[in-house]
């Protein structure tokens, strides 16, 4: 088979793209923000549960006394049951998204989160936590076919040397999104409407949003209506894209693959201490710095809001550096995540050392504990994926989430392990302390491991040839099989 297309460069590395780019503002920027709001809206049904559950758990947590509470002693094992179920269909998603496109896979997940979630509230008064549970493993099913989604989509529309900035605009709607959702749900728990209207607001939210991505969402560049033809010739030679062609997945190569295994290994760790992070932050705050539940979601917010602004400035710092030849790419990823994640880990072990009485100081801790968290998925390992294979970054996503959430299952079931006394300091030192060791043996892996170049099993085989029509290579070449 015979196909002529476009690469960035002649070499798996490339150059910048030089030609005309299209609109200042075009058709991948308006699919990243509708990525972004639909990761936001769905990561922040999973985030805002950690500040509900408190309330539902808790008596007196809203000033209405009809409002109901359970006595149940499993918060922890609720709590990780989201991750149970996202680990099956994680492991095959990113390549249905590959064959047949994400946009559609999107829309069913965001449905299903958005039903599974609003109905908790009726399932915990049918069927107490285990109805509670059941209605989180719909949720987790949801997610885990989602997230290698959002990479297919990015893989799909970001350009080689926009990855950092417009990567993270993909994920800056999580950051935004789990800053609101821990204030409304905080806020809602404690007046007379009670925690119940936090899943119903979200889940209609979510519901709706179904029907803008549906509306507006596309496949890709070459199956979009209005986009110019300057900026679909930008993206596809970019990212080496040739319409008409889909390569078969290599996945002995990928799974043999030691940098594959730098960004499993790292987002293992990512993902253990994030989880960690999501699900205790609100129970900590709740018994050893004795916040009340509406203070618990404002203060809860308050490291999203610096995540979000910092994450901003690392994405940009981080394309700079690249693209300035400050260092190279992949000691620009190493950089991030490692620093990043270790800042992160001992970030959260101090928190145990800070009085009750000293709120404030816990509060600066988080912020940074936040930044650090964000300078890692701006511009880390959760971007080195493009780097090493854009076109198949919905399988390593979806192969690295599955290892990585199977890991962070253990996240909220260690808490309910090492602390038996929520209101023992010492217990949770315990915990945030192996936590942290975690997270940092997954970023020194990643920094020892960790590669800018694209993988051979990225490409076809390619005999290259400049066209200096365009400020770009022009390639024509044969695509051999696997």
């Not at 040397?161 to 409304?184: D, Q």
Request: glycine share 8%; hydrophobic share 50%; aromatic share 12%.
């Amino acid at each position: 088979m015979t196909a002529t297309v476009q690469e960035k460069g002649p070499g798996l590395d490339g150059i910048h793209y030089t030609g005309d780019k299209g609109p200042f503002f075009g058709a991948r920027h308006v699919q990243l923000i509708l990525s972004a709001l639909a990761m936001g809206i769905m990561m922040s049904t999973k985030s805002m549960f950690s500040v509900l559950i408190v309330a539902m758990v808790k008596e007196g947590s809203s000033v209405n006394p009809d409002v109901p509470y359970y006595d149940w002693n499993n918060v922890n094992v609720i709590i990780s049951s989201i991750l149970w179920s996202g680990l099956f269909f994680q492991s095959f998603s990113g390549h249905m998204g590959k064959e047949y496109g994400p946009k559609w896979f999107v829309a069913g997940a965001l449905a299903l989160n958005a039903i599974s979630f609003s109905l908790i509230p009726l399932a915990a008064s049918l069927a107490g936590s285990t109805g509670v549970i059941c209605c989180r493993l719909a949720q987790g099913a949801a997610q885990g076919i989602f997230m290698p989604m959002t990479a297919c989509v990015h893989g799909t529309w970001i350009p080689t040397e926009e990855r950092a900035r417009l990567g993270f605009i993909g994920t800056c709607g999580v950051t935004f999104s789990l800053m609101i959702s821990s204030i409304v749900a905080g806020t809602v728990s404690k007046s007379s409407l009670g925690w119940p209207w936090g899943f119903y607001m979200f889940g209609i939210l979510n519901l709706a949003y179904v029907l803008v991505w549906i509306l507006f969402a596309h496949q890709s560049a070459e199956t979009h209506p209005y986009i110019s033809p300057e900026e679909k010739r930008y993206i596809q030679t970019s990212l080496s894209q040739r319409p008409g062609t889909n390569l078969p997945t290599p996945w002995l190569k990928i799974l043999l693959n030691i940098h594959v295994w730098a960004i499993i290994v790292a987002m293992i760790g990512g993902s253990f201490i994030m989880t960690f992070v999501q699900s205790e932050k609100s129970i900590f705050l709740d018994k050893i710095m004795k916040f009340d539940i509406q203070a618990n979601g404002i203060v809860g917010s308050i490291p999203t809001l610096c995540g979000a602004f910092s994450g901003v400035i690392f994405a940009f710092l981080s394309d700079y550096t690249v693209k300035s030849k400050i260092m190279s790419t992949v000691n620009s990823r190493r950089i991030f995540h490692v620093i990043g994640s270790i800042s992160n880990a001992l970030c959260l072990v101090s928190l145990t050392f800070v009085p009750s009485d000293k709120a404030a100081i816990a509060v600066v801790i988080l912020c940074f504990e936040s930044i650090f968290m964000i300078a890692c998925i701006a511009g880390g390992s959760t971007i080195n994926v493009y780097d090493i294979s854009p076109k198949f970054a919905g399988i390593i996503v979806g192969i690295a989430s599955t290892i990585g959430d199977a890991f962070a299952l253990f996240a909220p079931l260690l808490a309910q392990w090492c602390i038996t006394d929520q209101d023992d300091v010492e217990q949770w030192r315990l915990a945030f302390s192996i936590t942290a060791g975690i997270a940092i043996v997954g970023a020194i892996f990643f920094g020892v491991f960790a590669t800018d170049k694209r993988q051979e099993w990225n490409e076809p085989t390619i005999d290259y040839k400049v066209d200096r029509r365009f400020s770009a290579m022009s390639i024509e070449g044969s695509l051999n099989k696997f």
